[in-house]
């Protein structure tokens, strides 16, 4: 198993983590909060935009919450949002900021001197595979097609995402390369600050292949604008089941990254608790089994001390393995 096999093993124990929320009545399709504010750290179309997006189309469908809002706040990898909801966290009450598994992977790497000990954790809530697509006009029809360019090519073909160096997508698309017995860390990867602006490179010729979310690559392969070449499941999502598997081409790997919601830091115990209460109670009604399936996430819920564990867990295993793979 390739080394990031730690990735599913650990978040599907998580899977199962949940707090039982005291004080605090489930939501039994009665409405939770009035309203919440979701703070995006990247621009629209990323993985983060639709997360929260989704997240809050079920709240307020289901009752749960009265309305939403959102805000795309870009920059710094995701910091500036950080930093914003830090500096103002006395007005930042009802706001919830979506984040993943890049919190974790830029604090070790000093792209922003945050981490998320500095925030609120709410809980952890969803799952995405992640996949390497390709423009439809591309020859590449498969991973073997992918590697022979490359091996080909060398650094002329350009593998993108909307992640820093060193970053998730580039740490995903390193783990394929590892796989398939290629040096991790010499292949051409371009980094994007969002996953909207990555596959905008991708649709326009500038990378020859991208490094994504594969909720964000089932949209737009739904619309047939991209071609999965792969996608790290063990096995074929029902969102988009045309899309074949690392493993059953040969590629010995899997990935998961986990997304998850933060309020400012100091928030308010009661507020906390029916952010928690709301997002508990969600994963019980049809408004968000349809988000869910349409995206092809999957259903990983932890929340506060079982969050802040988990992260604890995966920010000592991250680190080792960037350093294994000399990202630090």
């Known amino acids: 198993m390739n080394t990031f096999g730690w990735t599913r093993r650990t978040l599907m124990a998580a899977a199962t983590a949940t ?9 039994d399709g009665h409405q939770v909060l009035d309203d919440i504010h979701f703070l995006i750290p990247g621009g629209a179309g990323g993985g983060w935009d639709g997360t929260a997006r989704g997240t809050g189309e079920a709240l307020t469908n289901a009752g749960l919450v009265g309305s939403a809002s959102y805000e795309n706040m870009s920059g710094g990898g995701g910091g500036v949002a950080i930093a914003h909801l830090i500096e103002n966290a006395d007005s930042m009450g009802n706001t919830m900021m979506v984040n993943s ?19 609120t954790l709410v809980a952890g809530t969803i799952g ?10 591309s020859p590449l029809q498969s991973m073997d097609d992918l590697l022979a360019a490359y091996r ?10 909307g992640s820093v160096p060193g970053g998730m997508d ?85 990935f998961v990254n986990w997304r998850g919601f933060f309020a400012a830091p100091g ?25 869910r399936a349409r995206n092809g996430w999957v259903n990983i819920h932890n929340s506060g001390d079982d969050f802040r564990t988990f992260l604890e867990d995966q920010e000592k295993v991250i680190g080792d393995l960037m350093k294994t793979l000399g990202f630090l």
């Open 128 to 137: 995405d595979y992640a996949a390497i697509v390709v423009n439809t006009d």
């Open 152 to 161: 080909a090519d060398g650094l002329s073909f350009a593998i993108g995402g």
């Open 170 to 254: 580039h740490l995903v698309a390193a783990m394929v390369m590892q796989a398939a017995g290629e040096d991790p860390t010499a292949f051409n990867y371009i980094p994007y600050d969002a996953g909207g602006e990555a596959m905008a490179g991708l649709l326009s010729g500038e990378i020859q292949a991208l490094s994504t979310g594969f909720s964000e690559a089932v949209a737009l392969a739904t619309q047939g604008e991209v071609r999965i070449l792969g996608v790290t499941a063990d096995a074929r999502v029902g969102a988009f089941e045309d899309a074949p598997t690392m493993m059953e081409q040969g590629l010995d790997t899997t």
């Open 267 to 291: 928030i308010d115990d009661a507020q906390l608790a029916a952010f928690q209460s709301a997002l508990s109670s969600m994963y019980d009604t049809p408004e968000w089994e349809e988000v």
């Open 19 to 27: 707090l039982a929320l005291g004080g605090m009545a489930q939501a």
């Open 101 to 119: 598994t890049p919190i974790v992977i830029r604090s070790l790497t000093g792209v922003f001197p945050q981490s998320f000990r500095d925030l």
